[in-house]
Each structure stands twice: as C-alpha cells, then as structure tokens.
C-alpha cells in the first residue's frame, strides 16, 4: 500500500527561525513528489519534485528530493507569520491518476 | 476565474439524512476527485474519476457514491450519513495527476 509519512506533525518556532519539514514515501513506481501549503481553506501549490538532487525554490522556500533514500525536505528561511499553515506532501505513484497524501506538519510562527 | 466550484460549502445533517455535494470545474480536465481532510489525517481519496464515464474506489469509499454527471461536474452522495463522516470535503481536478491538482475551497460537514 502507498504510504506518506511526514514529521513533525506539529512545529512552532519564532518568527526569523529557518525550519525543516520532512516527508518520507513509500510507493509502487514512483512518480513525482508534490508540496502544498494549506492556510484556511484549500490547499495551494508550492513545489513538484521528480528528479533526485536537484532543489526547487521560490523566494524563502526551497525543496529537494532523494530518490535513493525515499524522502523529501522543505526548507523555510528567515520563517514570517504569514508562513503559518499546514505543509502537505503527496506522491504520484506511476501510472496512477491520483494522488496520496500525509497527514501534513502544521507550522506555527510566532512573532 | 471559477476553477473548482463546490457546493455547498457549510452543511448540518442529522444522522441518517442523505445529501449530494456538487463539485464543477471549467478548465476542461479530465481527472476529478473527492478527498475527505480530518484532523491529523491529511487528505483521504474517497473516490476518483479518471476520465468522463469511468469512477473508482479510494482509500476510504465506504458510505459513499459518485456520479460523474460529464467532463465537469462531479457529484458526492451521501445516502445515509453517519456522525463519522463529519469532516472537511475537498474536489479536486487535474489534467494529468502527474502536475497535481486544483481544488475547490471545501465543504465543512457536520453530522449530529
């Protein structure tokens, strides 16, 4: 069975801190890896990985893959309230026209 | 700019009572589905269409029914719903699930 397991589930640190968001996977043929931020309602879209090593970023956000090792990391920097939501990570297995998600890591910045 | 529209978006059934939520998308893609978000729990496939004309189970189908009415909209059906199905729905389409989804903004449900 496809499995998603993120960590922390829960994180709260300052405002200005940099934080990591984990994400482990387990799936039969993988496809490619997705992040979604989640504030109050629907989840929005920041980054999909497919390739092992290579980091996607946008601004203060930045995420990267490791296909040998099942796993993907997000990377907050200089971290500002706004940046308060749930994280979601999600995988495609191949061939599937779906996607599994994890439980998501709900990040709390203080100021 | 519509995207993913869904209806309703709070609703309050008793036990037993049965509802369809509605779910219609205007960027004409093929995928849709029904996802079920609880607390701690991510999102949770309930079920999926693929294309117009074809519907499949999810991780969590049981006490459900779709209706992939054609190519935009995609109906959820309770029959009879249960204090376990409160929860926060979500309908999602995607052209290829290879680039992910547009979600609509969710239903809240609560069943007493």
């Known amino acids: 069975e496809d499995k998603v397991v993120q960590s922390p589930l829960s994180l709260v640190v300052h405002e200005g801190d940099t934080v990591t968001l984990n994400c482990s996977y387990e799936v039969t043929n993988f496809r490619s890896l997705l992040w979604y931020k989640q504030e109050k309602k629907a989840p929005t879209f920041l980054f999909m990985l497919?390739?092992?090593?290579i980091e996607k970023k946008s601004g203060r956000l930045s995420s990267i893959l490791d296909k040998k090792e099942l796993f993907s990391i997000l990377n907050i920097t200089a971290t500002q309230t706004g940046d308060s939501a749930v994280y979601l990570c999600?995988?495609?297995?191949?061939?599937?026209?779906?996607?599994?998600f994890g439980q998501g890591t709900r990040l709390t910045i203080n100021p | 700019n519509a995207g993913v529209t869904q209806t309703p978006k709070f609703q309050v059934l008793k036990t037993g009572q049965s509802m369809t939520l509605q779910c219609a998308q205007d960027?004409?893609?093929?995928?849709m589905y029904w996802y079920r978000q609880d607390p701690g729990m991510g999102l949770r496939l309930i079920y999926y269409?693929?294309?117009?004309?074809?519907?499949d189970k999810g991780e969590v189908p049981n006490g459900y029914n779709v209706s992939r009415l054609n190519k935009r909209e995609f109906s959820l059906r309770l029959e009879s719903a249960a204090p376990s199905q409160t929860s926060v729905y979500f309908c999602?389409?995607?052209?290829?699930?290879?680039?992910?989804?547009?979600f609509g903004s969710g239903t809240r449900l609560t069943v007493v």
């Open positions: 269409s693929a294309s117009e004309g074809t519907t």
């Open positions: 497919t390739s092992s090593g």
């Open positions: 960027m004409n893609h093929n995928s």
């Open positions: 999602a389409s995607s052209e290829l699930s290879f680039y992910g989804y547009t």
């Open positions: 999600a995988v495609t297995p191949q061939g599937a026209q779906k996607l599994v």
